[in-house]
């Protein structure tokens, strides 16, 4: 058992929560239309610059900005805005409620950007780090600068967005913002083998797809702190399918401002305004091409949630699993990935860190939920490469073809889940002797 790298993880199985998931391809135009385009109309030249410029990542070994250790202060980072800094939480409340009676700040978001702060600055008080307390004022100072400068100029994502690095690195705020909030003494990684196996694959120029559960909207971040120090790149690089909530909720743009996003509208919430369906199929339909055109230039890694939405916990029990996979998500990711013309890989990939920041028990209609933040320990593991054809061999039927493997695709994520957690809760009695994430194969 190593131990090397930040992160922790201590159980109970309670909450979770609503995502994102690739809208419906089988059988609709949008597919047929992605696979009869001619290399033309799907933009030759940007598929080569794109191939390019993964190669050139490669061979320069550009590494991601991220801090050898410990929490960077947002304002050592170039600030979106140019406000003046909070001195203390009297202060970051009196702007707050400044720019409400300027008019520049709806008094909901204002409501909901005070609440964050108390819940935040009682989540990062439990780490006990010495600079708690400044860490979490200019954190929260960054993110009220970030959406004040959201409602004054409102961002809107494309169908593919690449993380906004500069002049502000949102990328770097994401994660500094997170760091706090993680026990990295109790944090585990599983099978990070496999990772490097992953890497190795994208060096060559071949896709890599993580078929995942979805815990909270701190995933990305999450994800990226475990995977910083041993796979900086794909910790830097992952491409996430995002649901249309993030990209609009005031106090999550921010965030995804920071990763690279294909994004989605979920079946979860496509007829929530029946007004919007048509809009909503087209933006899908976009979106999807941007995939393929991502996916024919190689070397590239994405990340999806098939359940279409957060983890829930079970109304009976309370115990906290993965959410079931919807095949014909997982089927239209696989289709995209053998039509790339690019060897591709498919993983299932496991996260457990709901207590971090728990979804709703319900699924929301609305934009805006409460956010509880505490400060706790997280686990990730990655499971063996599971390959279409060698699932379903023996099945004759396309249907129950495609059925088996995203159910064998679900197994494998709902098995390491488990097994993850009773290592953890293990591993947890240890504690006491580990100063940063521990890594172990399952």
């Known amino acids: 058992m190593a131990t090397q790298s930040p992160l922790g993880f201590s159980f109970r199985i309670r909450f979770l929560e609503d995502s994102m998931q690739a809208p419906p391809l089988a ?12 290399a033309a109309r799907l933009c030759c030249s940007r598929r080569v610059a794109l191939r390019l410029e993964a190669k050139a990542g490669w061979r320069s070994g550009r590494g991601p900005r991220v801090p050898a250790k410990g929490a960077v202060l947002a304002s050592e980072l170039v600030r979106p805005s140019p406000l003046l800094d909070a001195r203390n939480e009297q202060e970051l409340i ?31 008080l439990q780490n006990r780090d ?40 949102y990328y770097m705020f994401g994660q500094n913002y997170i760091r706090p909030l993680i026990d990295f003494r109790n944090s585990y ?88 369906i048509d809009m909503k199929r087209r933006a899908n339909t976009r979106s999807l091409k941007e995939m393929a055109l991502l996916l024919r230039g190689g070397s590239q890694i994405i990340w999806i949630a098939p359940s279409g939405g957060r983890d829930r916990p079970d109304p009976l029990t309370g115990e906290w699993y993965p959410a079931p996979f919807d095949t014909s998500a997982v089927d239209n ?28 028990q319900q699924v929301q209609k609305e934009i805006g939920e409460r956010r509880v933040i505490s400060f706790h320990g997280v686990g990730l593991s990655v499971a063996e490469e599971i390959k279409y054809g060698d699932i379903t061999i023996h099945t004759q039927n396309v249907d129950k073809s495609r059925e088996k493997f995203s159910e064998t695709l679900y197994n494998s994520c709902h098995l390491t889940f488990t097994t993850m957690a009773m290592k953890l809760s293990f591993l947890s009695l240890e504690s006491g002797y580990l100063n940063e994430v521990t890594y172990i194969s399952f």
């Open 333 to 360: 990711m696989r289709r995209l990935l053998e039509h790339s013309g690019v060897p591709g890989h498919i993983y299932p990939l496991s996260l457990l860190c709901y207590e971090v920041m728990p979804p709703p």
């Open 27 to 38: 059988s609709s135009p949008a597919w047929t239309a992605i696979l009869a385009s001619p």
């Open 94 to 124: 009196l702007h707050i409620r400044n720019e409400v009676e300027k008019g520049k700040l709806s008094a909901d978001v204002a409501d909901a950007l005070q609440e964050l702060y108390c819940n935040y600055k009682n989540a990062v």
């Open 189 to 276: 990684v599983g099978n990070i083998s496999i990772f490097h196996d992953m890497e190795e694959k994208l060096r060559q120029g071949h896709n890599v797809v993580l078929m995942s559960n979805h815990q909270t909207e701190a995933d990305p971040a999450i994800i990226a702190l475990l995977l910083e120090r041993r796979n900086p790149w794909i910790s830097e690089n992952i491409v996430y399918v995002a649901g249309d909530r993030v990209v609009t909720d005031p106090l999550c743009k921010p965030f995804s401002m920071g990763r690279n996003l294909i994004c989605v509208y979920s079946k979860k919430h496509m007829h929530d305004f029946p007004e919007l």
């Open 130 to 169: 010495p600079n708690a307390h400044e860490i979490m004022l200019s954190n929260m100072m960054a993110l009220f600068d970030c959406v004040l400068l959201d409602a004054e100029n409102p961002f809107t994502f494309p169908p593919y967005h690449q993380a906004v690095r500069e002049p502000f690195d």
